[in-house]
Each structure stands twice: as C-alpha cells, then as structure tokens.
C-alpha cells in the first residue's frame, strides 16, 4: 500500500504543517515559499488541494484531534509529531473533503507515513484511518458534533476572552464565521483603471469575478487560481485586500496633496490604498522598521504606481517620535502590531501557538499611538488600528491616549463608511467589522482629531 503523492499536494500540505509546526512559520509564507520552490509544475487542481489541506487542517486541527484520540491507544501528546500531523491531515479529508474518496486518503496517509514516519509507523496510521472511516459510515456520533459545531476548534482562553467581552452569542457566531475560508477579495487601482474595468480584464483572462459589498474598489474572485499570475495583477491593476482592511484607508480620508504618515507600513497594501486615494498627488511616508519588508513595500508602490510614497526605514516606538524634525502631517495612520484575533480565518496557526503577551503588546500599541500625536497639525486626523478583537488592544488603547492628550478628539467613523455600513460602526463611534463576521475579516478602527496645538502628557 503506497502512495504517488512524493511531489504531489499532500507531501507539500506535510511539509508547510512541519514548518508552522517546527520553525513557528507562518503557514501562507511557507506554503508560497514551498509551491514556488517544489510544486511549480502541479496543476491548478493539486495547489488548491494542497492549499486547502494545510489551512483546513489549521482551522479544524480542534476537531481533529478530539475526533482521533477514540482510536488511539496513547494520547495525542505522546505521539511522534511526524504521524500526528499525518493523521491530521487524513481526518481531514475523511471528515470534511466529500471529493476526496476516504480510501485515497487513508492509502496516501500511509504513504507519508512510510515517507516522514518511524519503520512500521504505516500500520497505525492505516488502523487509526480506517477506524475513523468506520465511526463516520456508521453515523458518526461525536464525530458529527465535531464537524457541525466545532466548539474544539479555538483554545479555551480565547473562547473565554471573547464570551467575557462580546456575550456568548455573539462569540460564537464569530467563532463559526472564522472556521469557513476566507473569500478572495480584490482591491481596484483606481490609479490604473475602475472596478468595472477590472471586473472585465479579469473576466477576460479566465477568471470570474463581480463586485464585493462595502467598499466602492472591493472585487470578490468566485473562480480562478492563482491571481498573482494574472497579467493585471502583475501590471498593478489590483492587490489582495479584504474589504474591512480597504475601510480603514476610508476612514482615515485622505485627500489629493496632502501630507501622510503610515506607521507600521510594511507591506504597503494600505500605503498603496493612500495614494490611490490622494490621486497619486502630494506626499505619503511610510515608515517601517523592518528593511526587507520595506523593500516589499516599495516593490508594490512601483507595480500599482504610486509614485508619491517615501519609504522610511525607522522604528516608531523609538524614545523620539520619528521624523520629528519634518513639518507636522495631515493624517497619521498607526496600523499597530497587534494579536492578529481577527485574522483567524486567514492565519489560523495563530490559535493553536502561545497565548500572546498582551501586555507587551499594549505597552507598544501606546508608545505608537502617542508618537504619532506628536506628527499630526491642529486639526488633523490620526486613525488607529488593528486586525484584532480584543478591547485591551483596541478601545483601551484609545480610552487610556485621549484621557492623557486633551488635544485629540474621538470622530464618528460613520460618516466615512460606505451607505449600509453603518451598523459597522460602534456606540463609541469605532469602527469594528466582527459585526458582520461572516463578511468580512474583523477590523477595528478609531478616528481621531487633534483640536489643538498644544500637546498635553
């Protein structure tokens, strides 16, 4: 019993699960690193496979596990991580690919686990699959409860974070929209052309497109592989973005010759966004301290032709707010690291790693927000945000800076989101998409004003 699979989509799968696994990578950078590396010559049919078994393995590795340990003879804990992973990716494709025939994916278990596994290691993975195929013919049991609710699927201090700050209802139902894939969500380069000229240019090179609700440049991908390889893509007539991400550059509002500052910048995506925005007149800075990703960023800025930015290699939470010696700015974006909670969907790794260190993380989100007041005019705009949910990353962080600096006021996000939008905005007037958790990634946004020139600390 062996498998073909030496080059195919589940050795990859293995492969970027070891790497996320081992060297804490991110999935979507090793499963790039590894398909342009080894699987260049796959079909379009075996990428989405492989794709499909690395990030549902991610979400549902909760689910899995519970529904493996019955068949197990050791715990989980004591398995060699080689054939754990191995079962995972078979109780996957048993419990949740109707396409994939449950024999195929117990035969090309076996034939990983001759490949990465122990001498003898086949036998048990064979023995364990099979069982699992059994439970599932004969009604399933647990087995159902797993796969329909998915209550595993998030570490339980998560599930006690959200339910403490959101209520138990709408913490599941966040929960539940996190456990599907997410949507393939295209910005427009209006730079370039409009959405209905995209719609067309990519409907023309094979792909099936239509527009996205919430924001005037969103374009939903339905069908198509790979959009990198589009000639538009390439050409900058696009970029990957969520349509929650693309209203954060809304409700900071920039205009034509205007002067930007985008904190934490790399990899430009919502740099790009601003420029878009200023019709390519004025001047954006975009600083960011990490070389290489600045690199990226500038990269992106040539492709989608945004030729105003002025990439900056700095740290922004330095002691000295950064730049400080140039005239103060119109608008600040501080795009602040944070625990990446509402981004689960795309990087579900991010679950089953360490609890973050929050109160580093808060201590860093406030040095950010509080040099960046200092780069804003009297009368300009300062906008916070992040892809997380969590009120200590996000309405604290604000509560706790305007209590400090009198000098900046809390604007209604409302007014700068799309007609429809506006159940998006929160009483404390922030934006915060997870109330529509099943459209978009969840984004959280504050817009603030400084009224002032005087700063007060």
């Given at each position: 019993?062996?498998?073909?699979?030496?080059?195919g989509?589940?050795?990859?799968?293995?492969?970027?699960?070891?790497?996320?696994?081992?060297?804490?990578?991110?999935?979507?950078?090793?499963?790039?690193?590894?398909?342009?590396?080894?699987?260049?010559?796959?079909?379009?049919?075996?990428?989405?496979?492989?794709?499909?078994?690395?990030?549902?393995?991610?979400?549902?590795?909760?689910?899995?596990?519970?529904?493996?340990?019955?068949?197990?003879?050791?715990?989980?804990?004591?398995?060699?991580?080689?054939?754990?992973?191995?079962?995972?990716?078979?109780?996957?494709?048993?419990?949740?690919?109707?396409?994939?025939?449950?024999?195929?994916?117990?035969?090309?278990?076996?034939?990983?686990?001759?490949?990465?596994?122990?001498?003898?290691?086949?036998?048990?993975?064979?023995?364990v699959?099979?069982?699992?195929?059994?439970?599932?013919?004969?009604?399933?049991?647990?087995?159902a409860?797993?796969?329909?609710?998915?209550?595993?699927?998030?570490?339980?201090?998560?599930?006690?974070?959200?339910?403490?700050?959101?209520?138990?209802?709408?913490?599941?139902?966040?929960?539940?929209?996190?456990?599907?894939?997410?949507?393939?969500?295209?910005?427009?380069?209006?730079?370039?052309?409009?959405?209905?000229?995209?719609?067309?240019?990519l409907?023309?090179e094979?792909?099936?497109?239509?527009?996205?609700?919430?924001?005037?440049?969103?374009?939903?991908?339905?069908?198509?592989?790979?959009?990198?390889?589009?000639?538009?893509?390439?050409?900058?007539?696009?970029?990957?973005?969520?349509?929650?991400?693309?209203?954060?550059?809304?409700?900071?509002?920039?205009?034509?010759?205007?002067?930007?500052?985008?904190?934490?910048?790399?990899?430009?995506?919502?740099t790009?966004?601003?420029?878009?925005?200023?019709?390519?007149?004025?001047?954006v800075?975009?600083?960011?301290?990490?070389?290489?990703?600045?690199?990226?960023?500038?990269?992106?800025?040539?492709?989608?032709?945004?030729?105003?930015?002025?990439?900056?290699?700095?740290?922004?939470?330095?002691?000295?707010?950064?730049?400080?010696?140039?005239?103060?700015?119109?608008?600040?974006?501080v795009?602040?690291?944070?625990?990446?909670?509402?981004?689960?969907?795309?990087?579900?790794?991010?679950?089953?790693?360490?609890?973050?260190?929050?109160?580093?993380?808060?201590?860093?989100?406030?040095?950010?927000?509080?040099?960046?007041?200092?780069?804003?005019?009297?009368?300009?705009?300062?906008?916070?945000?992040?892809?997380?949910?969590?009120?200590?990353?996000?309405?604290?962080?604000?509560?706790?800076?305007?209590?400090?600096?009198?000098?900046?006021?809390?604007?209604?996000?409302?007014?700068?989101?799309?007609?429809?939008?506006?159940?998006?905005?929160?009483?404390?007037g922030?934006?915060?998409?997870w109330?529509?958790?099943?459209?978009?990634?969840?984004?959280?946004?504050?817009?603030?004003?400084?009224?002032?020139?005087?700063?007060?600390?």
């Amino acid at each position: 019993m062996g498998s073909r699979d030496s080059e195919g989509p589940r050795s990859i799968a293995y492969e970027v699960l070891t790497a996320v696994d081992e060297r804490g990578s991110y999935a979507d950078r090793a499963l790039d690193a590894r398909l342009r590396r080894r699987g260049a010559g796959l079909p379009d049919r075996d990428r989405r496979l492989a794709t499909e078994l690395v990030y549902g393995t991610l979400r549902r590795r909760g689910s899995l596990d519970r529904c493996l340990r019955p068949f197990l003879r050791r715990p989980l804990e004591r398995l060699d991580p080689e054939i754990l992973r191995i079962l995972r990716l078979g109780a996957y494709q048993i419990l949740f690919l109707d396409r994939v025939p449950d024999h195929a994916a117990v035969n090309e278990s076996v034939g990983l686990a001759g490949r990465f596994g122990r001498r003898g290691s086949g036998s048990l993975v064979n023995g364990v699959l099979r069982s699992l195929c059994r439970a599932k013919e004969n009604g399933g049991g647990v087995l159902a409860d797993c796969v329909q609710h998915g209550e595993a699927d998030f570490p339980a201090w998560l599930t006690r974070l959200w339910e403490r700050e959101l209520g138990a209802d709408k913490a599941a139902r966040i929960r539940t929209a996190l456990l599907a894939p997410p949507r393939t969500v295209l910005r427009t380069n209006t730079l370039k052309t409009d959405r209905a000229g995209l719609i067309d240019r990519l409907n023309d090179e094979g792909y099936v497109a239509e527009p996205a609700a919430g924001s005037p440049r969103a374009v939903r991908l339905v069908e198509g592989g790979d959009i990198r390889k589009a000639d538009c893509y390439r050409q900058g007539w696009c970029v990957q973005q969520d349509t929650a991400s693309q209203l954060i550059v809304e409700i900071l509002d920039p205009a034509p010759g205007e002067r930007i500052l985008d904190l934490c910048a790399a990899p430009g995506i919502k740099t790009t966004h601003i420029a878009e925005k200023m019709a390519d007149q004025g001047r954006v800075v975009a600083l960011d301290r990490n070389l290489a990703r600045l690199r990226e960023l500038a990269r992106g800025c040539r492709r989608m032709g945004a030729s105003i930015v002025r990439a900056v290699c700095a740290d922004a939470a330095g002691p000295r707010p950064p730049l400080a010696g140039g005239l103060p700015f119109d608008r600040v974006l501080v795009d602040a690291p944070c625990s990446g909670l509402g981004i689960l969907r795309r990087n579900p790794e991010r679950k089953w790693r360490p609890v973050p260190d929050f109160a580093t993380l808060n201590r860093l989100q406030a040095r950010l927000i509080r040099n960046a007041a200092a780069l804003v005019r009297p009368g300009g705009i300062l906008v916070y945000s992040t892809c997380t949910v969590h009120r200590r990353e996000n309405e604290a962080i604000v509560r706790e800076f305007t209590a400090e600096y009198g000098d900046f006021v809390v604007e209604e996000t409302a007014p700068f989101l799309p007609e429809g939008m506006e159940d998006l905005c929160s009483e404390a007037g922030h934006f915060c998409s997870w109330a529509r958790p099943t459209c978009f990634d969840l984004f959280f946004a504050a817009r603030l004003r400084r009224i002032s020139r005087r700063i007060s600390k």
